[in-house]
């Protein structure tokens, strides 16, 4: 395969823009340049194809430039956009839909990423519980804002240590930002316990999927909900990742735990950008979007025509057609695929996933957490991931990122890939 174009390309986008990239995450070996994309397929300006795993970190449940949405985009376009007052009747018919298929919205907020929408609900907690701390997980991301943004991909000996994520933050946001084990209630319990009273909320992605695909042991989430409930803790649930890719009710309605607020965005809108806070009525009523209302909330883009659009479509394409079911058949097909090989060329691994996602850890037993992560051999997790893009299989060649399945992939592909895996994994093997 070769990179010609887009090396070439990306000396100039070097020139006009840090490092050639807009998020620090895509700055990797080789520098590819994107030109086209369609289904479960990408291309670069090389013209090189690739069977698409990254997804965009998951956004295209449907997959690419899917031509329901596009089309229903283009209409909206073709007779609204934007006002900067009032509401549009594409804003009204989206929250109805989230408030009726997701178990804890019963009133929802628009905005235009994740990162906002765990800011609002960070905010909207402090406010409620005239409290300031949090409690957020170790390798759980939830944006990139001083809230929240410590103790993500932490090198192994800053575990649970302060961790901020980057230079400028504010040592109050960072200090006050607490940070405990995934699936250890008894860590959570003794955090609330030493910080007695003073815990505003928990955030959590109830499946971290930032660190490929950990899943909360049974009762974990119960557990946290019956201590929220114990100490006044406003649950939040950051189903921006597990949020209508998991389920059209989201993660919460497969877990059967409803949180007291949750954040969505990427798979409800198969790309376009549109996330959302959603929550219970009396503490989504504390927003200044209601007359009397104490906390801010804003954005000239909240609630575009673009987004909405776009989110109502996709959320029709999972209400009209079996989208959950042919992702998760091809998730398990994947994952079985997987074992079956593992097993034939005796690497030691552990195939993890729910659904649509999928990740395989070089490591001999199921991580329950982020320092369990350490066991995995980073190095040929990368390196795997690194052969398979040469053969045409993206996958973003990172440890510990997850592979996303769309509604476009069919058993064409997923077969494909399990070839090419079983070429690779046996030469890299030796
Ligand atoms: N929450 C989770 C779980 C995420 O994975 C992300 C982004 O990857 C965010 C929040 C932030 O979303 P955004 O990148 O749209 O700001």
């Known amino acids: 395969m070769e990179f010609k174009e887009s090396a070439r390309l990306y000396e100039e986008a070097k020139k006009y823009t840090p490092g050639g990239v807009h998020t620090s995450i895509r700055n990797l070996e080789p520098h590819l340049i994107f030109k086209k994309a369609e289904g479960a397929y990408i291309y670069d300006a090389d013209g090189n194809k690739y069977i698409d795993y990254q997804g965009a970190f998951g956004p295209y449940i449907l997959g690419h430039n899917n031509p329901y949405v596009n089309n229903k985009v283009i209409e909206a376009l073709g007779r609204t956009d934007l006002y900067g007052t009032g509401t549009t009747d594409l804003e009204i018919e989206l929250a109805q839909k989230i408030c009726k298929h997701v178990p804890s919205a019963e009133q929802v907020l628009f905005c235009n990423s994740g990162s906002e929408a765990t800011f609002h609900a960070i905010r909207l907690a402090r406010a409620v519980t005239k409290r300031v701390k949090l409690i957020k997980f170790q390798g759980c991301y939830h944006g990139w804002h001083d809230y929240v943004a410590r103790n993500m991909l932490s090198s192994w000996d800053m575990i649970g240590k302060r961790d901020p994520g980057s230079a400028g933050m504010m040592e109050e946001a960072i200090d006050n930002t607490l940070v405990c084990t995934f699936n250890d209630l008894e860590d959570v319990e003794s955090t609330i316990k030493s910080n007695d009273g003073e815990v505003a909320a928990l955030i959590i992605e109830p499946i971290p999927h930032n660190i490929g695909c950990i899943m909360p042991q049974p009762g974990f989430l119960e557990g946290l909900r019956k201590l929220c409930d114990e100490h006044g803790i406003i649950l939040i649930f950051d189903e921006v990742i597990t949020g209508f890719r998991h389920d059209i009710g989201c993660y919460q309605k497969v877990a059967g735990v409803t949180p007291d607020l949750t954040t969505m965005g990427k798979a409800m809108a198969n790309g376009f950008p549109i996330a959302a806070i959603a929550g219970k009525k009396q503490y989504m009523q504390r927003f200044n979007t209601q007359p ?51 097993k034939r060329l005796d690497i030691e691994s552990y195939v993890a996933g729910f659904g649509s996602v999928f990740t395989t850890y070089f490591m001999g037993f199921e991580p329950k957490n982020y320092s369990d992560l350490q066991h995995n051999d980073a190095v040929f997790y990368v390196a795997y991931r690194r052969a398979l893009m040469e053969k045409g299989i993206f996958k973003l060649p990172m440890n510990m990122k997850r592979n996303h399945i769309s509604y476009s992939h069919t058993d064409k592909e997923i077969d494909y890939t399990l070839e090419c895996i079983e070429d690779v994994l046996r030469v890299m093997k030796g």
């Open 292 to 342: 009397g209302g104490d906390v801010w909330f804003a954005g000239t883009y909240n609630g575009h025509a673009v987004g909405t659009a776009a989110s109502i479509a996709t959320l029709e394409m999972m209400e009209n057609e079996p989208v959950h079911e042919h992702v998760f058949r091809l998730g398990e097909k994947m994952r079985s695929g997987l074992r079956d090989i593992l």
